[in-house]
Structure formats: C-alpha cells, structure tokens
C-alpha cells in the first residue's frame, strides 16, 4: 500500500478517534443517569450492550492509529530495509492481537461468545 | 586592543597595526569558532578569536579576518559573498545563517559560536560535505520533463505570468542546505529527503510546463517522503531567499491525499510549435 493511503487512514482513524472517543467519555461519564451511576455493573453492562458496534469501531481505529504511529516513531528513529520490514511485520502481529483480544471483550459484553 | 588567541591550537598574537586604515571598529567580538581535523584525530575543539568589528561587518567578513590575520588553518568555503551562490552556509549562536548575508552588529551579541551545519557530515572546521543533499536533490527529477516533445528543442513553452507565480518562490532556492541543517526530520532519519528537495519537487510539480509529477510523486511518497514531515517549519524559518519549504510539503501532501484527480488531469503547457498546431495562425 502507498504511503499516502496508509496516512489517509491514519488522518481519518485520527479524526474518528477524537469523535467516538468523546462519544465513549460521555457514555461512561453520563450514562446511567449521572456521574454516581456511570461505574455501577448495570449501568456498565448496558453501554457496553448497547453501544457495543461503536466500541468496536473505536477498538480498530485507535489499534491502526497507535500501532501505525508507533511504526512511524520508530522507522524515523532508524532506517535499514531490514529493520523496517522487522518493525512493520512485530507491530502488524501486535495490532492484530490487540484488536483480536479487544473483540473478544466487546463479544463476551455483547453476550455472542461466554 | 583585545588579544587574538587560538585555544587548543596555535596562539597567535594580535597585531593592533594590522587595523591602520580600517577605520574606527564599533566594538570587539568574541568567535567562537568549530575546529574539526580528520587527519588530526583530535576530534572536536573551539577555537576562540577576538575580532574587531566595523560598521557592516558580516558573519564572512569576520572568519575571513580571523583566516588571513589569526589563523590561517581555519577552513570555510564560499564563493560570492552576496547570498547568491548558497556556499557559506553555517550555523551561529544556534540558528542557520549565510554567513555571508549576516551582519554581525545585527545579530547584538558581544560572543558568537560558530559552528557547521546540522545533520550533514563535517569535512573540516565549518566545511560540511553536500554529496547527500544533492543525491536527495536529484531524486525528485529537479528538471522539466516532457513526454510529448524534445526538451532540446529551441522552441519557448507557453506560460502565463499568473502560471509563473505558482513556483517563482521555489526557484528562488539557492541549496544552500540551510533548511536542511534546520529540519527535525532530517536529523533523525537521514533517508528522508529533505525539506530542499521536497520543495523543488513542488517547484516542477506546480510549473505548468512540466510532465513529470508521476514519476516525482513515486519518490514523493514513499515512507521516508513527504509524511515524515512534522510541520516545524524551522526550513521556512532559516531560509535565507524566502523560499517556504514547509508550505510546499503541505501543498504535496494536499495534492496527493485531495487533488490526485488534478494530478491526473494535469496536462502540460504546449510549446510554440504545438501551439500552432493547435491553433492554427490566420
């Protein structure tokens, strides 16, 4: 993939982020009837139930965002064919079974898997 | 007078009568001047001269002062002496400058370090080597390119004055590396092309008569390309010609994230033989 599509994704997962990120405070923060009752199991359960696809969305975005940025820290730090192929695949693995394991959360709230 | 001293190298002492028909100097300055040998394997010292300064006095002025009357081992490359031809290059009291374009009263300290520019490898004292500035230079194609016609030709291309205002600011570039040296980036990547480059690229790029922004923009975007550009703006800071490297970066990226379709569209002014052609003269 170009470079110009990979930073595409990564403006628009930035923009995203910010947008959904807000969205997952306010939820936290507001849902339930109030900052008392946003931490109580209930209350939990139900965002995590009903704003579930959302989650999962900002779980994708925020896991390309941090791991391609990070990819970028790095191959600016150091240069060498090697080392960025090295860096680019460990991160890909790491960001897959970041998402991997952030779905399985978001299934087990949504009641898919036990 | 003030003494002239050498620190770490040769003392040589200051002769005031060397001053007869120079004038009144305003005041005496302390240089503090960067002192590197490969052949020595001293590594790197500061050498420390006190030179007189007289109205108008530039950065140039003073180290070749300093060469011809104090020690004549310093090393410093220049040519024009007019901040055209892009060779004195160097960075004093932390800030890239010509040296010289720089009046020393200007810059109202009484100590200057001088030292070579960043991020490209010292060839002696405040010489730096540019083999890898104008490698980086020549990979963005710094020339028109034309698919349609032979560039050889003797025939003019078509060009309106509204269409020369989009890069007459990039060709004002002189590489003298001063963007280069200041740039972030380039200091930690040393594969990333540069701020120098990128803005030339854009200089063809935006020129009406030129073809060859496909094969630019492959080079252009690339990992070590234009979105490794943090947007300091250091590059347009330190430009001694008022060429504006970090806006040109923006604009590519612009280009190839929102206006590939321009990109695309683009066609090349015609020169006066195709002009003709397309429009033939009653």
Redesign the interface.
Same mark, same amino acid.
């Given at each position: 993939m170009?470079?110009?599509k990979?930073?595409?994704i990564q403006?628009l997962t930035g923009a995203f982020i910010i947008v959904l990120g807000a969205v997952h405070f306010a939820l936290l923060t507001f849902a339930g009837g109030g900052y008392d009752n946003a931490l109580k199991f209930s209350t939990v359960v139900f965002t995590y139930t009903a704003y579930g696809l959302a989650f999962e969305l900002l779980l994708a975005a925020l896991t390309f965002h941090v791991f391609n940025g990070f990819r970028?820290v790095l191959? %600016?730090?150091h240069?060498g064919r090697t080392y %960025?192929r090295a860096v680019t695949w460990a991160l890909a693995l790491a960001g897959g079974a970041t998402f991997l394991w952030g779905t399985r959360t978001v299934l087990v709230f949504l009641g898919v898997i036990g | 007078m003030a003494e002239g001293q050498a620190v770490g190298r040769v003392e040589l002492k200051f002769d005031p009568k060397i001053l007869e028909g120079l004038g009144k100097p305003l005041k005496t300055v302390t240089f503090k001047v960067y002192r590197f040998d490969p052949s020595r394997g001293e590594g790197v010292t500061y050498s420390t001269y006190q030179v007189p300064i007289f109205r108008g006095t530039t950065v140039l002025d003073a180290l070749l002062y300093i060469k011809e009357r104090m020690d004549p081992s310093l090393t410093i490359r220049y040519s024009c002496r007019m901040a055209v031809c892009g060779s004195c290059g160097m960075v004093v009291n932390g800030k890239e400058m010509l040296a010289c374009k720089t009046q020393v009263e200007g810059l109202k300290s009484d100590t200057l370090v001088v030292r070579p520019m960043h991020n490209l490898p010292v060839t002696r004292d405040l010489v730096t080597d540019f083999d890898a500035f104008f490698k980086k230079h020549r990979a963005v194609l710094p020339y028109i390119i034309r698919e349609d016609v032979d560039v050889n030709i003797d025939r003019e291309y078509q060009q309106r004055p509204e269409e020369v205002v989009d890069y007459l600011m990039f060709a004002n570039c002189i590489k003298c590396g001063l963007c280069y040296s200041a740039c972030p980036t380039s200091a930690t990547d040393e594969m990333f092309l540069g701020p120098q480059a990128m803005s030339q690229a854009f200089r063809y790029v935006a020129d009406s008569r030129d073809d060859g922004h496909r094969q630019r923009m492959d080079v252009l975007d690339s990992p070590h390309g234009i979105w490794n550009c943090h947007f300091a703006g250091s590059c347009s800071d330190v430009c001694p010609k008022g060429v504006d490297p970090a806006f040109a970066i923006q604009q590519l990226k612009g280009l190839l994230i929102f206006r590939s379709g321009y990109l695309k569209k683009k066609r090349p002014a015609p020169n006066v033989q195709q002009k003709r052609e397309l429009v033939p003269e009653r």
């Open positions: 170009k470079e110009s990979v930073m595409l403006y970028k191959t %600016e730090l240069q %960025e | -």
